[in-house]
C-alpha cells in the first residue's frame, strides 16, 4: 500500500468519508504542495524538516560507457532539510 492510499484510508475513517472522497483530498493537497515548491515556496513541517526547491547548476560530467565528456544542463530539484 503506497503512503498515500494509507493516509486517504485514515481520513476516510476518522471522518466518516468515502474512500474516493479522502483519496480526493490528499491528490489535491500533494498537488498544492508540488504547485506550491515550484513556485518557489518552502514548506515547513514543523518538527520534522522543510521541503524546498534547490537549484543544481550546468556541470561538466562523462559518459559511463564511453568516457566522453558531456555537459549535464542545470536543473531543479526537491530537497528536505530535517529539522534539528
Known amino acids: ?27 489535491r493537497v500533494m498537488h498544492e504542495l508540488a504547485e506550491a515548491i515550484v513556485g518557489g515556496s518552502t514548506i515547513d513541517f514543523p518538527g520534522a524538516g522543510t521541503l524546498y526547491a534547490e537549484q543544481v547548476p550546468e556541470r561538466r560530467d562523462h559518459h559511463p560507457s564511453t568516457g566522453e565528456a558531456i555537459a549535464t544542463s542545470a536543473s531543479v530539484r526537491v530537497a528536505f532539510r530535517l529539522a534539528l
Open 1 to 27: 500500500m503506497k503512503l498515500s492510499d494509507h493516509i486517504a484510508a485514515k481520513i476516510a475513517s476518522e471522518h466518516q468519508m468515502e474512500a474516493a472522497t479522502a483519496m480526493h483530498i490528499v491528490d
